[in-house]
Structure formats: structure tokens, C-alpha cells
């Protein structure tokens, strides 16, 4: 079911929880199915990140939960808890972002503010802090104002910023947004500190620190133990006991998280991959140590037992040699898995750390987590903008790549909207905060980046149900192996040989890492290139989409006006009505104006400033009117100018005749807004305007059709403008929805499903929101509307049309790249059991395989960390 699904269901919640102490799928497996037996839950955990995402019922307690996941031999804690729509208008839209995204060292660091739900139950799977959770609900809203009713929120928006708890990350020096050296300290401490065998939310099991001793440990003693039971020409009389000596630290403390995890579980008559792992080892070791007490003169003389165990039957060497591979798997899967989070942990640090308010006109630095919304502050050449807001003074170009993925800066100017996190490069800018905490863009993009890494992909069912058995199977196979090959051959040592392979080489492990890591890190590197995947849904969507529709204006054109052509009448010239128009345009606010008046601007000689104007008026909708001082003609002449619409002319006594009409609807049907311009009372020329196409629009669109996707162009405007735009882009003709209302662009999408398309939609306006929420694919590109990012499963935080063709190339390549892991996994044990149980598998190679098989997962997973721009 997802999580749009549920949060449609009256009278449930989502509840996060923190698990700890997991460590292969089938502990996935065993706490799904134990939540699952609550009356009315459901429940979808992940095992890199450590999280569970719970639909409960009103009638269960968030205390019922937990219990309930202690119960079943791990450590449980309230993360967050979101009430469902139909409770949800009861409470105020506030949320505790750092409580929902922050790493769960992080988390449990924070100082508590309110109750906290934790267990010390004797199954418990370490000792661990209680993680503040009193956290105010917030709920998506649902608008189903289109009569069709297709507008769906995807993800919740959030409301103001709850000031006690950002107080409480205050107070480790950081915000969401902004996390500084100290809360990365406070981070460190917590996860090292005080908590069992738990890291960070990157790692299951011990964290590669914990591991690192113990690998060293184990590698210095195995290697003696291994020579010497191996290489004849190194042994000496009595040489097993000395092997037996060096092996026991190896199998007892330095194999003690696989003996712990193995142990809590049998107590909870449960298995896992460390119940495989433990048996195997301890079974060689104990075997061997049984052999040697039983026959002490077998090691007497070198050569005698020579062999690791083929003639005669000590399996030190084994024992060690397993448990320092199996160490080495761990340690290198924990730090691979701690790179895969890399990127949205430098999300979390890509925040300003301070920021300098203006009040009463003194400057004050401040943290920047203490900014309200209103706060004028000042940004530096250099410096990040502290917080999402608006500029009130000064000039500049800023930096977004960080957000957007964008290389190239924006130039900005008062009333320009800037975006926290983005780096100022040139002018002093006033700044007035008008999103902070919670709801900066920066936030909102950690939100979705996280939301995305907890969810589980439909792919995933199928290891899931695997991994639910696996263990009990595997225990059952080896059992068999040894009974089996002991009947026919009466061989004790290749039948306790082979039943130690079969457990030492199953790996559950390799399943349950197989989609989260390749998930994890696909919308990590996307949130680098301002991509955001929100769930593993999109990546099933994103393979079967074979047509997309694109708004027109701010997805395929920049949705800003440029002046096309100047049309001279009456014995004016081209250059002269430019000048003469942008000189009185200048003085107007309007988008049309502004347009004219950089074209003019542009095209004075030597770059020289605009004609000076006077006695300037406008009116609404109509045009403009001013006296223009023309230098160097004659002794400062001075023209009148009117520029504007047909009315505004006919307003100042001015009446183009039948020709000059006829022009000007030319140059509309054409598909251009013309403005007639004026000069003295007789009309001088006409300028024309058109939306212009993106740089990179006509490259994407050819880039869609190589991936197999028919591009369609969708326009409110008339057909001449979305034929023109259509053929400059490389869209056919028949591929374009020209004048299409709001509504028809849901219809639209309709129309194409109804044919048996499988639909995209990318937009970035308020009337795409029901578009983007209709098709199976919703793209919004990010310079749009929070309804428009809302409603969609793709979004884009840059304004280029190249992008779009990216977020659709990574996500299917995330998607290959999970798919690739899982046949691996499943490959490796349908092949390596078998072959164990065989007799063919040396213990040890079987350890090295095992080891291996979860790193490849991850490593082949990290190889998306490089996916190019």
C-alpha cells in the first residue's frame, strides 16, 4: 500500500521508528510480520537506515509498537508521528524536521523536551538513550478542488517552525539546513558513546569503528593459525594447541556481535544471518577442540594433522579464517553504506552556520537558526544566504548550484526571491526572510531526499518474502547435508565440512542491502544534481513512461518575454522607436516594460544609458505615456512617446489607420504580444514580444526521443504560438495541445492514458498541479510552485529542460542498478548453497564468498555516486 493510500484511511497514523540492532533481512522480515499481527498495522522498514515507517490504528498505542519491536529481540524508538487527513485539520500543520530526517545520532543527542518511549526489556539489543519525540503532528491537506478529483498531496507541507524544537539543535550549534562542526561532534559522541553496537543511521549492526579492533584483532591471530595449519614445513610437536590458543579469542571476542545478535534472537526463538554465522564458527571451533582433547598426541609430530582438517579433523583455521572475513564483509559494508548516505549528509551541512541581522540599522550576527520570518539581514560577497527570502537592496549574481544543480549564476535585484544555502558572488544584498527553519527550500528538498531513502520498492517484495525464510531453511539444509553425506560415506569430516559451508556461505544479507543502498544512493547523487526522487515507486514509473507531456511556458520556455523584432511606420527607423519606446518603458514596472527596456538598453551605442524621461504616466493594462529628451538632436528635443495597447493610443487621441492594424494582427497571429509605439502623436512603429525557448529545451527533447519517450507540447496560448515553439523545440506538429485550459490539461493526460500511453507530465504553475497529480509520472520543475512540487513524484530544483531528461536517466539507472543487486543475490545463494552442500566449498573460500557478496551489493550500488551531469 503506499503511503498516499494510507494517509487517505480515517482514523490511522504514521508513526517512524528508530530500530536498532538489525542486521539482514530477515530481521526486516521478522519485525515487518510481528507488527503486522497488531489489529490494523502495517509496517515497511528498512534495514540501512535503521527506520520503520508504521500505519497504526487509533485504537493501538505508540507504546504497543515499541513493545512490540523489543519483543521481538530489537531496540525501538518514537521517531515521529503524523495523524492521518481526517484528523489532521484537529492540530496545527507544525513539524520537527530535525526529528524526521537528522541521522539517529543526531537524534539522540538532543536533550529531551518532552517524553520519550523507550524499553529496557532483557531483549533489548544494546543500551541506548531515549530519543525525544515530542513532536506536534502535521498532515498533508488534500485539494480536491478540480471536480475530478485528482489533486493529491504526496507529501505533507510543512507549516511554521516549532521554535522549542530547533531550540533544541540550537543547542548543539546546528540546524536542518545548517548542522555545524558542533552538532557533527554531538553526532559522533552519541553514536560512539552509550549506544550498544549502534552508529548511525548508515549502518546496521556494529559501526566500522566498533568493527575495526576486532578485525585487527582477528586478522593478527589468524594468520599465524593459518600458516601453521596449512603449511607443513611451519609446524611443530603439539602445534593444535598453540592453534587452538590463537583461534579462541578470534571465534569468542572478536566473533562476539555474531555470538550477541544470535544469542538475543534464539531467546526470542528467532534466526538470522548471525545465527547462521555463529553456529558455523563455533561448530569448527568446538569440532576441532573436541578432535584435540579427544586425541592430544594427533599434533604430535608436524605433517600429522596437515591438512586444515581433510585427514584428520581439527578446523581452527576454519573457524578463525570465517569470522576475520566475515569482519572484514561488515567493516567494509558499513563504511561503504556510510558513503552511500554522503549525500544527504552534506545536504545537512550545505546551510549557513550565521547570519547578520539588520535591526534599528545595526548590523548583529547571530546563529542562523535564530532568523523569523521578517528579519532583514545583510549577505556579504561570498557569503551563503542564511535563509530562503527576498531581496530588498542590492545588486548581485548568486550561486545555486548546490540547490538546483545549475551551474551558471543568477543575477538579482529587489524583489528577486533567493534561496538559503545559495552563495552570494559579487554585490552586498539586503535580504528580508520570509521562509525559516522547517520550511526553507533546503529543508523541504532533506524531506523529500529522506523520505524517499525509507520507502521500500515493489521489487523489493519479492527478497522480502525470501529473506522471511531463509534462515530456518539454510539450518534445515545443513542439517540435512551433514545427515545425508555422513550416511552414504561414513566420512565424519567431509559431512561436518560440507554442513559447515552451507551455513557459513548463506547470506541473507546480500537480499535485504540489495534495493535500500541502491535506493539510498540513487536519491542521494539525485539531491546533488537538485533531483528529487520522492519514493521507490517513481523508479518503476519512470522505465514504463513512454510519453510526456510539456507545459510550455517555464518548462520548455523561459515564461519571460524578449522583444522579437521592432516594426518601424511613418519613416522611423527600427533603432530609433527601440530607443525611444525602452526609454519610457524604463520607468514602468510591468514585465512587458522591462522586457523593452533591456532590449533598448542593449542596443544603444557603446552601452550608453537610456534618454531621460519626464511627465511619465501609465495605466493598468493599457501602456505608458512620457516626454523623451532626445541627446544631440537639436538643442535637447523632445519627443512624446505613447506606448501600449490599441486602446491606449485611441485613449490619447492617437488611431493607427487599416494598414497599420493589419500589421499589428500579423504580428499577434504570428504568436508575438505587440505593442504599438507612438512618437508625437502619429504611430512610429510596433514592437514584438515573444516568450523565448530555453538554451537547452531543443537537446532535451531530441534526448527524450532517444530514451524511447514521445515529447507533446502543452499551451494555454493559441496554436500559431505552440506550432512555433513546437517546430523550434522539435516537437511534431501533431504532438501539440494548443489553448488548453487548466482542466483540459487533466483531460489531456486522461486522453493519452485512455490510448494506452503510459504518461509523464512535467510543469512548473498552480494549473499543472492537477495534471502532475493525473499522470502516472508527475515531473514539476523547481522554479514552479510548492502545489505544483507537491503533486508530483519527480522534482527538478533547476529550470532547465536538460534536467528533466537527467532525473528520468538516474532514476532508471537507479532502478537497473537494484535490479542488478537483487540477481546477484539471488544467484550467489542459488548457487553457492547447493555447491556447499555438495562438499565442493572449502569452509573458508565459502566465508571469503559470503563476506563478499554483501560488499559487491553495496559497492555496485556506490557506482551511481558518479552518475554525470
Not at 599465524?224 to 603449511?231: K, R
Not at 522586457?595 to 542596443?603: H, R
Not at 492617437?654 to 512618437?679: H, K, M, N, S
Not at 531543443?698 to 512555433?724: C, F, H, S, W, Y
Request: proline content about 5%; glycine content about 10%.
Amino acid at each position: 500500500m503506499s503511503n498516499h493510500d494510507i494517509l487517505h484511511q480515517t482514523g490511522t497514523r504514521i508513526i517512524e521508528l528508530d530500530i536498532e540492532g538489525m542486521t539482514c533481512a530477515s530481521c526486516v522480515a521478522r519485525v515487518e510480520r510481528k507488527l503486522g499481527k497488531l489489529d490494523g498495522v502495517e509496517a515497511s522498514v528498512n534495514l540501512p537506515l535503521e527506520s520503520a515507517q508504521v500505519k497504526v490504528p487509533d485504537n493501538v498505542t505508540d507504546q504497543q509498537i515499541v513493545d512490540t519491536v523489543n519483543a521481538t529481540g530489537y531496540k525501538a524508538w518514537i521517531r515521529e508521528s503524523r495523524p492521518s487527513p481526517s484528523i489532521a485539520h484537529a492540530h496545527d500543520r507544525e513539524t520537527d524536521m530535525l526529528g524526521a530526517l537528522a541521522p539517529s545520532s543526531l537524534r539522540r543527542a538532543l536533550p529531551h523536551t518532552g517524553p520519550a518511549i523507550e524499553s529496557s526489556t532483557e531483549g533489548s539489543t544494546g543500551g541506548c538513550g531515549a530519543v525525544e519525540h515530542d513532536r506536534s503532528n502535521s498532515a498533508p491537506e488534500h485539494d480536491h478542488s478540480d471536480g475530478a478529483g485528482v489533486m493529491r498531496q504526496r507529501a505533507s507541507k510543512l507549516g511554521p517552525r516549532r521554535q522549542g524544537s530547533l531550540a533544541e539543535l540550537a543547542r548543539l550549534g546546528g540546524r536542518w539546513g545548517g548542522t555545524t562542526e558542533h552538532a557533527e561532534h554531538a553526532a559522533r559522541g552519541a553514536a560512539a558513546g552509550g549506544h550498544g553496537d549502534h552508529g548511525d543511521h548508515m549502518h546496521h549492526g556494529p559501526a566500522s569503528r566498533q568493527l575495526k579492533p576486532r578485525l585487527i584483532a582477528a586478522a593478527i591471530l589468524t594468520v599465524p593459525v593459518f600458516a601453521i595449519s596449512m603449511i607443513p614445513a611451519l609446524q611443530f610437536p603439539q602445534w593444535g594447541w598453540v592453534a587452538a590458543a590463537l583461534a579462541l579469542p578470534v571465534v569468542t571476542w572478536a566473533a562476539w556481535p555474531f555470538h550477541r545478535a544470535a544469542a538475543i534472537n534464539a531467546r526470542h526463538f528467532a534466526s538470522t544471518m548471525d545465527t547462521l554465522v555463529s553456529i558455523g564458527v563455533l561448530a569448527a571451533y568446538l569440532y576441532s577442540a573436541w578432535q584435540l582433547v579427544a586425541n592430544p598426541m594427533m599434533t604430535e609430530h608436524p605433517g600429522m594433522e596437515s591438512m586444515g582438517g581433510v585427514s584428520g579433523g581439527l578446523y581452527f583455521e576454519v573457524a578463525a579464517v570465517v569470522t576475520t572475513f566475515l569482519l572484514l564483509g561488515r567493516y567494509l559494508e558499513a563504511n561503504a553504506k556510510a558513503k552511500a548516505g554522503d549525500a544527504l549528509k552534506a545536504l545537512l551541512n550545505l546551510g549557513a552556520k550565521d547570519a547578520t541581522v539588520l535591526r534599528d540599522g545595526v548590523e548583529h550576527k547571530i546563529p542562523a537558526e535564530q532568523l523569523v520570518a521578517g528579519d532583514i539581514f545583510v549577505v556579504r560577497p561570498g557569503e551563503k544566504i542564511a535563509t530562503d527570502g527576498v531581496v530588498t537592496g542590492g545588486e548581485s549574481a548568486v550561486d545555486a548550484s548546490l540547490i538546483t544543480g545549475e551551474s551558471m549564476p543568477v543575477e538579482v535585484g529587489p524583489g528577486s526571491q533567493v534561496t538559503g544555502a545559495t552563495i552570494n558572488t559579487s554585490g552586498r544584498l539586503l535580504v528580508r526572510a520570509t521562509r525559516v527553519g522547517s520550511d526553507t527550500t533546503l529543508a523541504q528538498m532533506g524531506r523529500l531526499v529522506s523520505q524517499a531513502q525509507t520507502g521500500k520498492a515493489p521489487i523489493a517484495r519479492l527478497a522480502d518474502r525470501i529473506s522471511a525464510v531463509f534462515v530456518p531453511v539454510v539450518l534445515v539444509i545443513a542439517v540435512v547435508t551433514f545427515v545425508f553425506r555422513l550416511a552414504l560415506s561414513g566420512d565424519l569430516n567431509a559431512s561436518f565440512t560440507a554442513a559447515v559451508a552451507v551455513l557459513v556461505i548463506a547470506c541473507p544479507c546480500a537480499l535485504g542491502l540489495a534495493t535500500p543502498v541502491g535506493l539510498l544512493t540513487g536519491t542521494g547523487r539525485g539531491a546533488q544534481l537538485g533531483i528529487l526522487i520522492k519514493g521507490p515507486q517513481v523508479l518503476e514509473d519512470t522505465r514504463t513512461v513512454d510519453a510526456i507531456l510539456l507545459d510550455k511556458t517555464g518548462t520548455v520556455t523561459s515564461g519571460k518575454l524578449a522583444v522579437g523584432h521592432t516594426l518601424a511606420l511613418n519613416g522611423h527607423s527600427p533603432a530609433d522607436v527601440l530607443a525611444l519606446a525602452g526609454a519610457v518603458e524604463a520607468a514602468s514596472e510591468h514585465p512587458i516594460a522591462h522586457a523593452i527596456a533591456a532590449a533598448a538598453k542593449s542596443a544603444m551605442p557603446d552601452a550608453g544609458p537610456l534618454p531621460a524621461v519626464k511627465d511619465f504616466s501609465s495605466a493598468p493594462g493599457g501602456g505608458v505615456r512620457g516626454t523623451v529628451a532626445l541627446n544631440g538632436a537639436g538643442n535637447g528635443a523632445r519627443r512624446t512617446v505613447v506606448a501600449g495597447r490599441t486602446g491606449w493610443l485611441e485613449d490619447n487621441g492617437i488611431f493607427p489607420d487599416d494598414a497599420q492594424r493589419r500589421a499589428l494582427a500579423t504580428e499577434e497571429a504570428g504568436g508575438a504580444t505587440a505593442i504599438w509605439v507612438a512618437v508625437d502623436g502619429e504611430p512610429a512603429g510596433i514592437v514584438s514580444l515573444r516568450d523565448t525557448v530555453k538554451p537547452g529545451s531543443a537537446a532535451a527533447i531530441a534526448k527524450l526521443k532517444e530514451l524511447g519517450i514521445r515529447p507533446l507540447l502543452l499551451t494555454g496560448d493559441n496554436a500559431a504560438v505552440a506550432a512555433q515553439v513546437a517546430t523550434a523545440v522539435g516537437i511534431s506538429p501533431e504532438d501539440v495541445f494548443a489553448g488548453v485550459l487548466p482542466e483540459g490539461k487533466v483531460d489531456a493526460v486522461r486522453k493519452l492514458q485512455a490510448q494506452g500511453s503510459t504518461v509523464a507530465m512535467a510543469g512548473d504553475g498552480v494549473n499543472d498541479a492537477a495534471a502532475l497529480a493525473q499522470a502516472d509520472l508527475g515531473i514539476a520543475m523547481g522554479s514552479g510552485t510548492d502545489v505544483a512540487i507537491e503533486a508530483s513524484d519527480l522534482t527538478v530544483m533547476g529550470s532547465d529542460l536538460g534536467q528533466l531528461v537527467q532525473a528520468i536517466e538516474l532514476s532508471r539507472k537507479t532502478l537497473t542498478t537494484i535490479k542488478t543487486n537483487l540477481f546477484w543475490a539471488f544467484f550467489y545463494n542459488a548457487i553457492g548453497i547447493p555447491v556447499a552442500a555438495l562438499g565442493l566449498l572449502n569452509p573458508m573460500i565459502a566465508g571469503a564468498a559470503m563476506a563478499a557478496s554483501s560488499v559487491l551489493v553495496v559497492a555496485n550500488s556506490l557506482r551511481l555516486r558518479s552518475f554525470a551531469k
